[in-house]
C-alpha cells in the first residue's frame, strides 16, 4: 500500500540529512567555527552565524532519552488516522546530549511514555528509497 | 525609549460582532471595528493619517479599509504576523508619531477565524507546511502539524522540570472562563466550567484537552494611538502607554534544544524598566493565552510567581477577579474571543479606564496593567498601561 504520511522534503540545507537516512545512517551538521551541532540543519550555524559548515557521520546505532513528550488523539495531518494515540517525541542523545531530534515512539502506549525513558533509534523504510529514522524503547 | 514614557496612548478601542460565522468579510468586520473605535475616541475617520494590520493572509488591507472610511492615508502598513504583533504595531506607530511622521494611527486586526481560514488547520497541503514552517521536514512526517502540538512539547517538559500539574493547567481555564460568565459578548458566555468536568474531558493532543486550546472565531478588534497631547481632546479617557518591549526572539521554536527559554525572559526586564514598576504593581493583568500553558509559563517570566510555585498562585485563584491579578477578565483567547491576542488588549484598555464600573466585571482599583503579547516560545512582546 502506498505510504499515506507525509515525506521528508529534501532542500538544498538538509539533503545530506535525509539521503544519510535513507542510507539508515545519523548525519549531522556541524559548525567548523564555534564547534557546535546543528540540528536541524541550515544554511549557516544558528549558534553563531558561521557559513563554515560540515557533515558528520554518527553511524546508525543511536541511542537517546526522552527529553520531552506529547500524545496526539487526532490525525492533525493525513495518514496519521490509525497510529492514534501517536507519541510525539524530543529525543536528547545519549553521546550528544546539545542534539535533539522530534520523533515518533513507536509501540508506545500513553501509560508507558516517561521522561527519560531510554530509547533506540530504528529506520523505518517508508518507500523504497527513502527512510526516516523511528523511535523504540530498549 | 525611555523617553516615550507616558508620553503615548490608547484612546479608542473598538470591536465587531463575535461569531463562528460572520456571513461577511473581513473588510466588513473592519470597518465595523474601526467605526466602533472612532466613536469611541470622538474621532473623525480624517483624523486618522496612518492604518496598520497584521493577518496571516486572511484579511482585509490597510488601503482597503481607508478607502471604505473614505479617506486618503499618509501611511499604511500590513504585516504578515500573529500574536505579539499588536504590541509591535502599537510601537511602531509610536516612533511614526515621535518622528512626526504622523499624527494619529488605527491598529487593526479582522479575521474570519472560524468560518474562514482556521489557524487549527485542516486542508494544508503538507509539502507546502514542510516548507512554510521553520524545520518543517523534521516535525511534519512525524504528525507534528499543529501548534498544539508544538507547545504542548514546550508544555510537558516545563511541567516536569517544575511540578505543574494537570490541574494548574485546569486552574487557568477555569479562571478565564469564569470571567466569560460576566461577559455576554464572550463567545464561551454561558458555558460555565469545572474543575471535574475539566479533569473528565478527554484530551486531544496531551497535556491539552479542549479547553486548554484557545478558540476560533470570527470577528475584527480596532484600536487607535496617538500622543498624549492630542489624547487630551479625545472623548475617551486615555490610557498612557508606561513601557513598551515591541518584539524580542530567540531562537525558532522549531531548534528544539532549549525548551527553557522563551522569549518573554527578555521582555520582562525591559518592559519593567522602561515602566518604572515592579510586577506587584501590577494590578490586572491579559496574558497571551493561546494555550493555557503559556499563560502558567509567562506568569514565570513576567515575575508574578517565582519558577516552581506558579502552579499553586494558580490554584490559590489568584488569576480571577479579587485574586491577585485578576488576568483575562473578558475570558481571553480561552473562551472570550480571538484575534491573535488584540481582543485582550481591547480588554486591559477597559479595566484601566474602570469602564465597567459598577459591575462585577471592574476589577477594584486598578490602575496598571500588563499585556502580553506571545506567538510562541520563539517571539513575544508586552506592554504596561496606566490610567
Redesign the interface.
Known sequence: MEYQ???????QD?SPY?DGADRHELILQKCNCCHQYS??PGPSC?KCGSSELSWESQGSDINGKV??????????????QD?L??V?A?VELDMLP???????ILHCS?EEIE?GMPVKMVWKDIMDDRS?PQWIQV | MESIKNRYAIVGVGESERSKNSGTTPLHLALDAARAALNDAGLKAKDIDGFMSYSENDSCTSHQLATYLGVRPKYVKDILGGGSSTEMLIADAVGLIESGQLNTVLIYRSMNGRSGVRMG?GG?N??M???AIE????????????P??WF??????HM?ETGLTQEHLGHVCLAFYEHAQRNPKAYFHGKPLTMDEYLKT??????FKKHDFCLESDEANAIIVTSAERAEGCKSRPVYIMGLSARQCV??A????D?TEVAADYVAPEVYKMAGVKPEDIDVASIYDCYSWVVLRQLEAYGFAPRGEVGNFVAEGNLRIGGKLPSNTAGGMLSEGYTHGMNNVLEIVRQVRHEYKGTDRQVENCEIGICTGWAGPDMAGAMILRN
Open positions: 504520511k507525509p515525506i521528508p522534503l529534501k532542500t538538509n535525509w540540528h536541524p544558528a527529553y520531552s513528550y506529547i500524545v496526539s488523539y487526532r490525525p492533525f495531518l493525513p495518514g496519521f497510529d494515540p501517536l510525539i524530543i546539545q542534539v535533539k531530534l522530534i520523533g515518533n500513553p521522561m526516516i | 488547520g494544508w503538507v509539502n507546511l514542510q516548507t524545520g518543517g521536514s523534521f516535525i511534519i512526517p512525524y504528525g507534528a502539524g499543529s498544539a502540538q504542548g512539547l514546550f508544555a510537558t517538559r516536569h478527554p484530551y486531544l493532543s496531551y497535556p531562537s525558532h522549531h531548534y528544539w534544544n525548551l
